[in-house]
């Protein structure tokens, strides 16, 4: 009998080491490990929340969300300043998860490894773009090659997606040349410090053109839009992206993935998650809108100088 009961308890304890080996494999996260998120102070990313209170909420929901379906794990939320502080926390592999505006992204991804995995995108209105505009009543500038000559163009400021690093590179992408860094310049560019003074200017007829998100346009009332004409469109691009440590398991990856696409079909989030989940909608991310993207952010800020890069 007592041999019988050492073997059984062998055989229970052998039971576990296959065990936990192979949830080891397929990547569930040890409760021991927080599931971390990162983020940058001063990233720009859009979420359509508006209330940074309520934004901070949300992500703190989501993430906890997630870690309830891998087992109820402890989770954590890290923010940084600036790009190079988040690569470094990739790079060690102190931070899991990474969300972030799309071209901050690619310069955190490319510095650190990590791998971009899922988009975020507007729910109801899948154009996300930036919008070349000027003045109605301009008499010299109806299309983007009216630009050339010496024209002045205003941007948020250097870390702005869709106030700068999109608009530029569409820009750039239709034959444009800034100064700086061209001598031979087709268009002088200034940052304003906002999307809102770039409109002021192009109003004031302090600047010629301004580069403004698509999602400011449509809320203007008719009284301002009247008065304007777009010029050009850029692409859409997302929302933010979401991107993992370099060598998370991809069972893990997958698992997250899954967690976050069925988000909209939970009815056991909160109020505030909710808003959230009504406002965006998640998505795998294409190969080649990252390549894509990488190539805008080289041609946007290729010979600018900026220590934020």
Same mark, same amino acid.
């Given at each position: 009998?007592?041999?019988?009961?050492?073997?059984?308890?062998?055989?229970?304890?052998?039971?576990?080491?296959?065990?936990?080996?192979?949830?080891?494999?397929?990547?569930?996260?040890?409760?021991?490990?927080?599931?971390?998120?990162?983020?940058?102070?001063? &990233?720009?990313?859009?979420?359509?929340?508006?209330?940074?209170?309520?934004?901070?909420?949300?992500?703190?929901?989501?993430?906890?969300?997630?870690?309830?379906?891998?087992?109820?794990?402890?989770?954590?939320?890290?923010?940084?300043?600036?790009?190079?502080?988040?690569?470094?926390?990739?790079?060690?592999?102190?931070?899991?998860?990474?969300?972030?505006?799309?071209?901050?992204?690619?310069?955190?991804?490319?510095?650190?490894?990590?791998?971009?995995?899922?988009?975020?995108?507007?729910?109801?209105?899948?154009? #996300?773009?930036?919008?070349?505009?000027?003045?109605?009543?301009? *008499?010299?500038?109806?299309?983007?090659? &009216?630009?050339?000559?010496?024209?002045?163009?205003?941007?948020?400021?250097?870390? !702005?997606?869709?106030?700068?690093?999109?608009?530029?590179?569409?820009?750039?992408?239709?034959?444009?040349?800034?100064? *700086?860094?061209? *001598?031979?310049? $087709? %268009?002088?560019?200034?940052?304003?410090?906002?999307?809102?003074?770039?409109?002021?200017?192009?109003?004031?007829?302090?600047? &010629?053109?301004?580069?403004?998100?698509?999602?400011?346009?449509?809320?203007?009332?008719?009284?301002?839009?009247?008065?304007?004409?777009?010029?050009?469109?850029?692409?859409?691009?997302?929302?933010?992206?979401?991107?993992?440590?370099? &060598? %998370?398991?991809?069972?893990?990856?997958?698992? /997250?993935?899954?967690?976050?696409?069925?988000?909209?079909?939970?009815?056991?989030?909160?109020?505030?998650?909710?808003?959230?989940? $009504?406002?965006?909608?998640?998505?795998?991310?294409?190969?080649?809108?990252?390549?894509?993207?990488?190539?805008?952010?080289?041609?946007? /800020?290729?010979?600018?100088?900026? !220590? #934020?890069?």
């Amino acid at each position: 009998m007592q041999s019988q009961k050492v073997l059984s308890t062998k055989i229970i304890t052998a039971f576990l080491a296959v065990t936990f080996t192979f949830v080891s494999s397929i990547g569930v996260v040890s409760a021991q490990s927080p599931l971390t998120l990162g983020m940058i102070s001063s &990233d720009q990313a859009e979420d359509y929340l508006g209330d940074s209170n309520v934004k901070q909420q949300a992500y703190d929901q989501l993430l906890e969300y997630i870690a309830s379906k891998l087992g109820n794990i402890t989770t954590k939320i890290v923010t940084v300043d600036n790009i190079s502080a988040m690569a470094e926390l990739l790079e060690q592999q102190k931070v899991d998860l990474y969300l972030g505006s799309p071209f901050i992204s690619a310069l955190v991804d490319n510095k650190s490894k990590a791998t971009p995995f899922l988009t975020k995108w507007p729910a109801n209105n899948p154009h #996300y773009n930036s919008l070349i505009v000027t003045r109605k009543d301009s *008499p010299i500038i109806y299309h983007l090659y &009216d630009l050339k000559g010496g024209k002045t163009i205003g941007f948020s400021d250097p870390q !702005s997606n869709m106030g700068y690093l999109l608009p530029k590179s569409y820009l750039i992408d239709n034959g444009l040349k800034f100064s *700086p860094p061209n *001598p031979l310049a $087709d %268009m002088f560019y200034i940052f304003t410090g906002g999307d809102n003074r770039t409109l002021s200017q192009v109003l004031n007829r302090t600047i &010629d053109v301004g580069a403004i998100p698509s999602k400011l346009f449509d809320s203007l009332p008719s009284s301002v839009s009247s008065k304007l004409k777009v010029v050009g469109k850029s692409t859409d691009i997302p929302l933010s992206i979401i991107s993992h440590r370099s &060598d %998370m398991d991809p069972g893990l990856v997958d698992q /997250i993935s899954n967690i976050i696409n069925g988000v909209k079909t939970d009815p056991q989030v909160n109020e505030i998650f909710k808003r959230l989940n $009504d406002k965006i909608e998640f998505k795998p991310i294409e190969e080649q809108l990252s390549a894509n993207l990488t190539g805008m952010l080289t041609k946007a /800020i290729n010979g600018t100088e900026s !220590s #934020y890069y």
